[in-house]
């Protein structure tokens, strides 16, 4: 392997997050075919297929290569700001965690954080179906379960998310047997009181308490407003980090920075 050019390596970490040549393109600001030229110069440089195209993506070795890629940028950002470069974290960052996260807590915490890292883009994805990151749906999940067969991925707790008996409607807002797993559907039916509704998420749980329809356990974060018990219960809030781009200036920023934003406002 030599006559490696550093630019090159840029453009290969842009198709990987881009997923093609024409939309890595637009984001360099350069035409798919100039894109696609330098891919193959670097394949020559390494002799190996890097890039599959759009539905395969990376061969084994272009994971490889850009693993290392992520690490080199993650360094050079480091000894820039180490050198008083102040360099601004950049990149796309995806990001997923289940909707009432999203839209009530990471739009606004991202909406304040914003301005000091504009170059980072962030890309918000609302699942309940715990997005895979090791097949590249997401960077960065924050899920209410401890991960499983996530391989390589990188986790770690960030907090506990306090959960309380909220509103003085007649009966209980409940879960259909599709989430009759989820330990908030647990904890209503333990109560053995009528169930007025079953709704499939915590939404519109909120949404049932606030038309006073019955009671439902919500995050004390969704809450406010609605009376509520003293009773407490918990769900532990994991962040879940893709092995290859946790190094990334983008995705180390929004965790340093954004993440203890949203722990501090879901798990108060």
Same mark, same amino acid.
Request: glycine share 10%; net charge negative.
């Given at each position: ?89 950049? !990149? ?24 000091? =890292? ?40 960030? /907090? ?5 008996? =909220? !509103? ?52 004390? =974060? ?44 879901? /798990? =108060?």
């Amino acid at each position: 392997m030599q006559g490696i050019d550093w630019e090159d390596l840029h453009i290969l970490h842009a198709v990987a997050h881009a997923g093609s040549f024409a939309s890595a393109g637009q984001v360099l600001g350069q035409h798919e075919t100039t894109v696609a030229r330098r891919i193959r110069k670097l394949e020559q440089a390494c002799g190996h297929i890097l890039w599959r195209g759009p539905e395969a993506g990376l061969t084994e070795e272009g994971h490889l290569l850009l693993s290392h890629v992520d690490v080199m940028q993650a360094e050079v950002h480091a000894a820039q700001t180490a050198l008083g470069g102040g360099a601004q974290p950049n !990149g796309a960052v995806r990001l997923t965690a289940v909707p009432w996260i999203v839209e009530t807590v990471l739009i606004p915490v991202l909406a304040d954080w914003r301005p000091s =890292a504009p170059e980072v883009r962030v890309s918000l994805l609302a699942d309940h179906g715990n997005l895979s990151l090791l097949q590249g749906d997401a960077d960065i999940a924050l899920r209410l379960a401890r991960p499983e067969g996530e391989g390589d991925a990188v986790a770690r707790k960030l /907090c506990d998310v306090p959960f309380v008996a =909220a !509103g003085d409607g007649p009966g209980w807002i409940g879960y259909g047997p599709e989430n009759a797993h989820l330990p908030q559907s647990i904890w209503t039916e333990a109560m053995q009181e009528p169930i007025a509704l079953r709704v499939s998420d915590v939404m519109s749980a909120r949404a049932a308490v606030a038309q006073g329809i019955g009671k439902a356990w919500l995050p004390r =974060a969704l809450a406010a407003g609605f009376p509520t018990s003293a009773h407490v219960e918990s769900r532990p809030l994991w962040c879940v980090l893709h092995p290859r781009t946790r190094f990334a200036p983008g995705v180390r920023a929004v965790v340093d920075h954004v993440l203890p934003l949203v722990a501090r406002a879901v /798990c =108060a």
